[in-house]
């Protein structure tokens, strides 16, 4: 189902009109259907059923928004956190502790004591200086903790170099040449106990096929560490997979084909699964709705000047990642242009010589698949207020993040009073 419908010539959020939504909240602002989440996440979940009882820890850094965590936990999924702050987040928005996954390459003994103290599944365990950190904090509290190895598998994941995390010389996991031996020191440490083990090898992966040889050599893994002793029974397989961001492209694999290719390797494993996605579940359920300030002529084709920039949605100047964006009154006409932000960077691109629908200053635009890693990334960069985001249900609709504007900014920064005195 298309949770941003054309209706009457005017894309909608659902049923909010989106018109609607700019004139009383302003632009630049993410708007989100929770009915597209809601349907991702239950789409995931029917894929996942005949693996048992799987968790599905929705990658609170994917949308960490609040009302956003809250539904999900309303639709019964936990959380993979990688900081306190995610963990404070998914705790206050009704996750149970015992569906709350710690991953993360450098969390600190503060954070350790603060998810002991409130309850968590497990942490994913990213190195044995990491074990020896955890050892000391859960000991000094007289608790044990829960852990899984996080291994790393050496296998290239075919996304972007940036957010791949599986290959040897990535800063992630522990190789899994010597995940054996980590196992055996996390055994000997007092306050922890080993549940299990955990692998993601990047996000945005559009093939089965690196997910499948990881969780390939995890399967042995887990064999080789039943052998020496261990009472393995959780096996995480971590998230990573794509969304299409562009019509164009090849359809990436399905959920379905997911959950299958997830059946066929795990058989026998004998172990409760764990998911950890982020994007796939709120990837599309979000757009970022701008206004179009002008536009202006350009050498080899017109620039399209947005309300809305790189640091509103970085992913296009971070990752040259490609965003759908459309007119939300198309009329039928169309145009090449770059399509930029008003930020002092020539990064501050959105799109370079693109087909779009004809637009004129004033107009609405929407950038796509804006869920996952938009409003989450921004910054206030120019000094431009923080992106306020919409959540839509239906008919009804709410601000669930307000704009923090240059008052905020004002109220937040302070002038010693030392300053300029030598030059009166
Ligand atoms: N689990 C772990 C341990 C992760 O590091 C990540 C993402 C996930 C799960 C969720 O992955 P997903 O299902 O969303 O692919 N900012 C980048 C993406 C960074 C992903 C970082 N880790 C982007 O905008 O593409």
């Known amino acids: ?43 995931l979940r029917a894929a996942l059923a005949p693996l048992g009882d799987p968790l599905i820890a929705y990658a609170v850094k994917a949308n960490p928004n609040a009302a956003v965590l809250a539904t999900m936990a309303a639709a019964g999924l936990g959380a993979d956190v990688v900081s306190g702050g995610e963990y404070a987040r998914a705790r206050a928005s009704g996750v149970p502790a015992g569906k709350i996954v710690f991953s993360g390459v450098g969390k600190t003994a503060a954070e350790m004591r603060r998810a002991l103290e409130g309850g968590l599944r497990q942490f994913n365990l990213e190195s044995a200086e990491e074990a020896e950190m955890l050892s000391a904090v859960a000991s000094a509290m007289g608790r044990v903790a829960p852990v899984a190895i996080r291994v790393n598998p050496d296998v290239e994941a075919g996304t972007h170099a940036k957010i791949s995390t599986g290959a040897a010389h990535s800063k992630f996991g522990i190789p899994i040449a010597d995940a054996i031996d980590a196992a055996a020191r996390v055994k000997a440490l007092p306050g922890l106990d080993l549940a299990g083990v955990a692998v993601h090898i990047g996000s945005q992966l559009t093939s089965l096929a690196p997910l499948e040889r990881a969780f390939g050599k995890l399967g042995a893994l887990i064999a080789e560490l039943r052998a020496a002793g261990h009472d393995i029974r959780t096996a995480d397989l971590g998230g990573g997979l794509g969304l299409r961001y562009d019509p164009s492209a090849p359809e990436p694999p399905s959920i379905e084909d997911y959950g299958a290719m997830v059946a066929r390797v795990t058989r026998g494993w004998d172990v409760r699964l764990i998911f950890e996605p982020g994007r796939l579940i709120v990837g599309d359920a979000g757009v970022l709705l701008t206004e179009v300030i002008r536009v202006k002529a350009g050498a080899a084709q017109p620039f399209v000047v947005l309300d809305a920039a790189m640091n509103d949605l970085m992913r296009p100047s971070l990752y040259d990642a490609w965003h759908g964006i459309e007119a939300v009154r198309p009329d039928g006409e169309t145009m090449i242009a770059d399509i930029v932000g008003p ?35 921004a910054s206030t960069y120019n000094s431009r207020a923080l992106v306020p985001e919409v959540l839509v249900n239906g008919a009804e609709w709410e601000v669930v993040r307000e704009r923090r504007d240059t008052e905020a900014f004002l109220r937040e920064e302070h002038v010693p009073a030392w300053v300029g005195r030598e030059l009166v």
């Open 343 to 377: 930020v002092c960077e020539s990064g501050d691109t959105f799109a370079t010589a693109r087909l779009i629908d004809r637009v004129a200053a004033g107009e609405l635009m929407i950038i796509r698949t804006a869920g996952a890693y938009g409003a989450t990334m």
């Open 1 to 43: 189902m298309n949770h941003f419908p054309p209706r009457d010539g005017i894309v909608h959020c659902e049923d909010v009109p989106l018109p609607q939504l700019a004139r009383a909240v302003g632009t630049p602002v993410f708007v989100y259907s929770s009915g597209a989440m809601l349907a991702q996440a239950q789409r």
